[in-house]
């Protein structure tokens, strides 16, 4: 069964926020094999998955959304960002659905996370692409 196209343009609750440390930081770098920045005080490129990653496991959630995690491909993730990620920032991701089309029996779902420091500043905007199978074997 297809998803409802009613969920294109759909805003979720901002996530709760999520302080930065450089111990998250250091973590973050040694799992995904990534360079450290300065100190160790700025946060790989790819930091903001955290944040987003948050927001999309609540997307999931959702009562009533239809999409069941073990039909779900990841697809496609982009990062815009505005400024670096800093041990210390606390930050927020408010998700919206871009667009929803189906193709193939798949539901390919295109996701918008806004990642904010607690004060308002706009840090990130990350992409992805979901790819979904409905229910069945």
Known sequence: ?????ALTGRV????????????????FAEATRSALFGDGDVAPLTFPIVVAFQAMAEFLAQ????IELRHVVHGDQRFEQSRPV??????????QIDSLRAAAGMDMIGTRTEILSVEGEH???AYA???HRAGGA
């Open 12 to 27: 979720f609750a901002p996530t709760a926020p999520y302080t930065v440390s450089r111990e998250k930081i250091r973590e």
């Open 63 to 66: 009562p009533g959304v239809g």
């Open 129 to 131: 692409t979901l790819v």
């Open 123 to 125: 840090v990130c905007t």
């Open 1 to 5: 069964m297809a998803l409802d196209p």
């Open 86 to 95: 800093r041990a210390g920032d606390t930050l927020t991701g408010t998700l």
